[in-house]
């Protein structure tokens, strides 16, 4: 009789977000899969699990793949696990799990921590619509023309960035997307886990200020058609874009875009003030 495969969801940070399920499921599996085998061992060993482990990352899936199916064919359990989060989510195991699909193996999900989820959750962005993007293209030309396909999108569109590329990635969004609300969500769950929101470029301005931007980051954009409520002036959220390197005329469109504006209506107000 075939075995079943779990998809299980680990922490991404707080090791006191495991399920009891998946550390019943880690306990009882013949085998764990993971990215990683070192760094998985430290999650395992902290819970004083001791089971075999095989890796499984995007260099060896495809080959992988068919040895785990032939082992759950067998009757095998094997647990699939990433080094964080949930297992496919821009992570591997999506060759594994749609092979023991057609195989008819049972895949049985073990949800859990998850840094799409989080950031949405505390984000205060809205979570009727949301689109995961996955890992931006790490060439500027790249980032811009998925923004430019997704900038009409009305629901929350959530990306994950690598530090280095954070101010980056604003900028683009920035010129893109214009002044819609921003939200950078950075080492969820860990010590320093922290949550800044703003437009693009008043994002980046705090995070410019910083010797260094560190940890893991997911970007949160607000949906297309979503008008920022603030209290303050034209002129002076004008002025706060220009500080940020925004030239004028840019500067006056994303105000009147994010403020359910026409540019006419903008730039009249702005006369009158």
């Given amino acids: 009789m075939p075995g079943t495969l779990y998809v299980v969801s680990t ?5 006191e977000d495991i399920t009891l399920r998946a550390l019943r499921i880690l306990r009882e599996a ?20 001791s089971k075999p482990l095989v890796s499984y990352h995007d260099h060896n899936e495809s080959e992988r793949a068919a040895e785990l199916i032939e082992k759950l ?14 297992p496919l989510i821009s992570d591997p195991g999506y060759r594994l799990v749609q092979a023991a699909a057609l195989a008819g193996i049972a895949v049985a999900p073990v949800p859990g921590p998850s840094a799409t989820m989080a950031a949405l959750a505390a984000s205060g962005l809205p979570t009727d619509a949301f689109r995961f993007c996955g890992f931006f293209p790490p060439k500027t030309t790249q980032r811009r023309k998925v923004m430019e396909e997704l900038k009409t999108e009305t629901a929350t569109l959530i990306f994950y960035e690598a530090p280095h590329r954070v101010l980056d990635a604003l900028d683009d969004i920035a010129a893109v997307m214009g002044a ?23 994002v980046r301005a705090q995070l ?22 603030t209290d ?3 002129e002076e959220a004008v002025r706060e874009l220009e ?28 006369n009158i003030s």
Avoid: W
């Fill in 232 to 234: 303050v002036p034209i």
């Fill in 30 to 49: 013949d085998l764990i899969a993971c990215e990683d085998t070192r760094h998985s061992r430290k999650l395992l060993d902290h819970f004083a699990i």
């Fill in 73 to 86: 064919k067998g009757g095998s359990k094997i647990a699939l696990i990433s080094d964080a989060g949930t």
């Fill in 180 to 202: 819609r609300p921003v939200v950078v969500a950075r080492e969820l769950t860990k010590l320093h886990e922290e949550f800044l929101r703003g437009t693009a470029m008043a």
């Fill in 208 to 229: 410019a200020d910083r010797p260094m931007v560190r940890g893991e980051i997911t970007i949160l954009i607000g949906k297309a058609d979503q008008v920022e409520v």
């Fill in 243 to 270: 500080r940020n390197g925004v030239a004028r005329m840019d500067a006056i469109k994303q105000v009147a875009k994010s403020r359910g504006l026409s540019k006419r209506d903008c730039y009249r107000r702005l």
């Fill in 11 to 15: 922490p991404i940070g707080n090791l």
